[in-house]
């Protein structure tokens, strides 16, 4: 793990930082690799630290077992731990209490995690090997990042987006969009949320709310003007707002993003 002082939030993260196997190699220390920077990172790694929720994403566990059978290319993952209950929200919502979070959230990745990062491993520092992501309303920070930083991010990882957060305005947003990233994929499921659960909270078509508002996303994001990206869609039937659903379609994700063909090609 590695302490960062944040001077845009005023308080200390921690970064969860997993390394392919044969970083440390002797033979391999010219060897630079692409970075899949995840929000929530207390929730990639390790179970323990996903407490309360009873499971994680499984991203080491998923990335060893690809790169072993050379079906993605060898890459580093930065998992930025959130900042609690309350400022979670505040931080990760696009249209939320805090006015200014994309803002802010742009200024902490790029003056403080990239910088460190890029300075403390062997990364390919460019936006054709930088990703960002995961699930939820850290999938809408993911998103925002995209948007407001196509120059620095251009792999995006997106399972479950919170698009009702700002009454769907990031729709419209992307309804005509310039620049985009090359390479996205996005994932909802059929039933996000108990219809009970739902339904008491005023909308009991929020399901297929859900999967129409990220095919939208979707669409929106291949017909950008400047360039027309690879976009993968994927709808799951039966598929929750859980760790589990998110972390099994991880395997397919990542490999669509840093595919080992990209290495050939280089």
Known sequence: MLPLES????DKRLLR???????SVATASSKRYPVLYLFDGQFLFNRCTSQPFPD???????????????????LIVVGIDNSGPGRREDEYSRYGAMPDAPQRLS??????????IDGRYRTI???????VGPSSLGSLAALSLL??????????????????????????????????PFRVAIGVGTTEVPTAEAAA????????ALVAM????????KKSLMKHPEVRFTIEPGGQHQFRYWGERFGPAVTFLFPLESVASK
């Open 201 to 208: 909270h005023g909308f009991p078509d929020f399901d297929a």
């Open 56 to 74: 994680e994403l499984h991203i080491d566990e998923t990335l060893t077992q690809l790169i072993a059978k050379k079906a993605v290319q060898p």
């Open 107 to 116: 200024a902490f990745m790029t003056r403080e995690v990239l910088p460190l």
């Open 17 to 23: 930082v997993w390394l392919p196997d044969g970083y």
């Open 147 to 180: 948007l407001d930083q196509p120059d620095t991010f251009g792999l995006g990882w997106l399972e479950s987006t919170s698009l009702q957060n700002g009454n769907g305005r990031v729709l419209q947003e992307t309804s005509t969009i310039v620049q985009v």
């Open 214 to 221: 990220s095919r939208t996303l979707a669409e929106n994001i």
């Open 125 to 131: 520092a460019d936006r054709t090997h930088r990703g």
């Open 7 to 10: 001077k845009v939030y005023g």
